[in-house]
């Protein structure tokens, strides 16, 4: 057995759950934050057969593509000077981080 981490954009989670679902694969959705551009991302954990694991990542790969959004840069953590002016910046958004982890055991009470 197999646990997927699909780390995604906040936008593609709805679609991504549809799609998981109707295939048949159960998913749980938590909310996190991304540390680059610190805006709300989905961590979802989906459980699977490793025969399976394919048709899941091939989903997650369909539904959740790139973009390129242009957004301003983060201010420094460190301390600035006086006349910090923030600037627009292109980045690439969307998409999907997933690990692929195996499973030792798998109960469910």
Same mark, same amino acid.
């Given at each position: 057995?197999? +646990?997927?981490?699909?780390?995604?954009?906040?936008?593609?989670?709805?679609?991504?759950?549809?799609? +998981?679902? $109707?295939? $048949?694969?159960?998913?749980? %959705?938590?909310?996190? =934050?991304?540390?680059?551009? $610190?805006?709300?991302?989905? =961590?979802?954990?989906?459980?699977?057969?490793?025969?399976?694991?394919? @048709?899941?990542?091939?989903?997650?790969? @369909? %539904?959740?593509?790139?973009?390129?959004?242009?957004?301003?840069?983060?201010?420094?953590?460190?301390?600035?000077?006086?006349?910090?002016?923030?600037?627009?910046? @292109?980045?690439?958004?969307?998409?999907?981080?997933?690990?692929?982890?195996?499973? @030792?055991?798998?109960?469910?009470?």
């Amino acid at each position: 057995m197999k +646990l997927i981490l699909a780390i995604i954009h906040d936008e593609d989670s709805q679609k991504l759950t549809t799609a +998981l679902n $109707r295939a $048949r694969f159960q998913v749980t %959705k938590l909310a996190s =934050t991304g540390g680059f551009l $610190r805006v709300g991302n989905t =961590t979802m954990l989906i459980g699977c057969e490793e025969e399976k694991l394919e @048709e899941v990542l091939g989903i997650i790969q @369909e %539904k959740c593509q790139t973009v390129k959004q242009m957004t301003i840069a983060n201010q420094p953590y460190t301390t600035t000077a006086e006349g910090y002016i923030p600037y627009p910046i @292109e980045v690439t958004a969307g998409g999907a981080t997933v690990f692929v982890l195996d499973v @030792e055991s798998f109960h469910k009470f």
